[in-house]
């Protein structure tokens, strides 16, 4: 555990989505620096108690389908009434369901609107406000590369991430005098249990470096630097951001791609 600006010794903090990927190794990257871990989870509680048991203690682990708007009212009330306040939100849960953009109907549009969008404004007005009262709070949100880089087959998730970073920076203006800072993570290719199939074949794995200028795809832990760095006192100057953590992909190919040469 560090000491200094970088620990998060007698924090709080809830990690949505936490059962796998990069919520799992944020949860276990915040606990490393001295934070008391709150787990959530959808249909995975396998997961979320490996997290659970790795992180030590007796870490809560509560489960919620933020698809449902009211399941998440519910979930942001047991998690106060059990585990007590929240110090420091990671809003990572998200769907990512690809399809062909005119098959978008408007049930693939509002469970993605619900997940990904109204789930960040419901778990902020019940953490937030207290953490404002108390006069220190940190939200950091994951992100995409897809915000800036977007595809068709992800169009409604892509245009839910542009709008998640609206909504944080709006919120963290309003909060910012009362010690509340709130950011947003962007993760390019990163490969997680859900994807690993995928970086499974060499072909795939080979398009992908190609065209991200460090030359590799990114693992979970290749974020968790960030998170730590938002969420402690080093960064209470910083607010209303935006982190790719990417390899470089935002600013754009690596060089020597040309357009259409990489997947």
Known sequence: MSAGRFSLEGRRALV??????????????????????????????????????????????????????????????????????????????????????????????????????????????????????????RVVATGSIMASRPRAETIVYASLKSAQLTAIRALARDVAPRGVTMNVVSPGAIETEATAPRYEDAAFRRAVAVKIPVGRHGMPEDLVGAYIFLCSDAASYVTGVNIPVDGGWSIGDAPGVLPGEAA
């Open 16 to 137: 949505t989505g936490a059962s796998s990927g990069i919520g799992r190794a944020v949860a276990l990257g915040l606990a490393a620096e001295g934070a008391e871990i709150v787990i959530h989870h959808f249909g995975d509680a396998g997961g979320a108690e490996a997290t659970a048991r790795d992180v030590g203690g007796s870490t809560p682990v509560f489960e919620a389908d933020f698809t449902k708007p009211a399941a998440v009212e519910s979930f942001a009330d047991e998690v106060l009434s059990t585990a007590g306040p929240i110090d420091i939100l990671i809003s990572n849960a998200a769907i990512e369901r690809r399809l062909p953009w005119h098959d978008a109907d408007p049930a693939h549009v509002e469970a993605h609107v619900a997940s990904n969008f109204t789930a960040l404004i419901t778990l902020a007005r019940k953490f937030v406000p207290p953490m404002a009262e108390r006069g220190w709070g």
